[in-house]
């Protein structure tokens, strides 16, 4: 229970977000992943951390270099990848029914 | 609460069923979708053209907060009122490609509804991105609205 609510702690973050949605195109080094921020590398090492340690991460040893790629059975689990689109055509249905509302009175 | 609209992306498919119910007649429900007026307002883009038939086409115009402005346009392939719309879609200037739509309207009671569209995609790593892209968009929202804030405190 308290890891389910640790996964939906990670994703609260944007540049956690952020940071899987780069890992979603292709498995990346820390570092990779580091130059697409601003912020300090040790901020993108704690949230690497962090979402390794939910499990949305995993690590992959190859030669010397640690790869990050995206955990899909964790991310089906968490089904939010999904949700903002779903949201976005929740948000447009709500809409056309409020304006047809007024139409069939 | 309740989630009225459902999407339904099965793994390693290149094709996609979003389905609500509506608290509308058939006739409204589908009278949203081809009136013209009535799509500019709920889709909240502008609409250039809609020609609700066999062989028709349609073109849209959205203008973001920027004034930037997307494209998006398709053909019509079918258009059975109160009953079907088969289409295509397309974002133009982006690299997601054409999409093909099967609308279909449907009766519940007198005074409910239901919608299903079901999309298919030419491939599934473009129906995985589109269906990525209010998530991103969502990110970038937030970091603006970050922005905005911190623009604010200067």
Request: net charge positive.
């Amino acid at each position: 229970m308290n890891l389910r609510r640790d996964v939906f702690q990670a994703i609260a973050d944007p540049t956690r977000r952020a940071i899987l949605l780069l890992a979603a195109s292709q498995a990346m080094t820390a570092g990779a992943i580091a130059s697409n921020f601003d912020t300090a590398r040790p901020t993108v090492s704690k949230h690497l951390h962090i979402l390794t340690e939910c499990k949305l991460l995993v690590q992959e040893q190859n030669g010397r270099e640690i790869y990050y790629h995206l955990n899909p059975k964790k991310m089906k689990e968490l089904a939010d990848f999904i949700e903002p689109f779903r949201k976005l055509w929740d948000d447009r249905f709500n809409k056309l029914e409020a304006i047809m509302k007024k139409y069939s009175r | 609460m309740e989630r009225q609209t459902k999407v339904n992306a099965e793994d390693g498919k290149q094709e996609l069923v979003i389905t609500r119910e509506f608290d509308l007649p058939l006739e409204l429900l589908f009278k949203a979708y081809s009136d013209p007026g009535i799509v500019e307002q709920w889709m909240g883009t502008k609409v250039l053209k809609l020609e609700n038939k066999r062989h028709g086409s349609y073109q849209f115009e959205t203008t973001d907060p920027k004034g930037i402005k997307y494209g998006f346009n398709g053909t019509i392939h079918e258009f059975s009122p109160d009953r079907k719309i088969i289409r295509t879609f397309e974002m133009e200037n982006t690299p997601f490609g054409v999409q093909l739509e099967f609308l279909e309207f449907e009766k519940l009671t007198d005074n409910t509804s239901k919608l299903s569209m079901h999309i298919v995609f030419r491939s599934v790593a473009l129906r995985d991105q589109l269906l990525q892209l209010p998530f991103a968009k969502g990110i970038n929202m937030a970091h603006n609205r970050l922005q905005d804030i911190v623009s604010k405190l200067k």
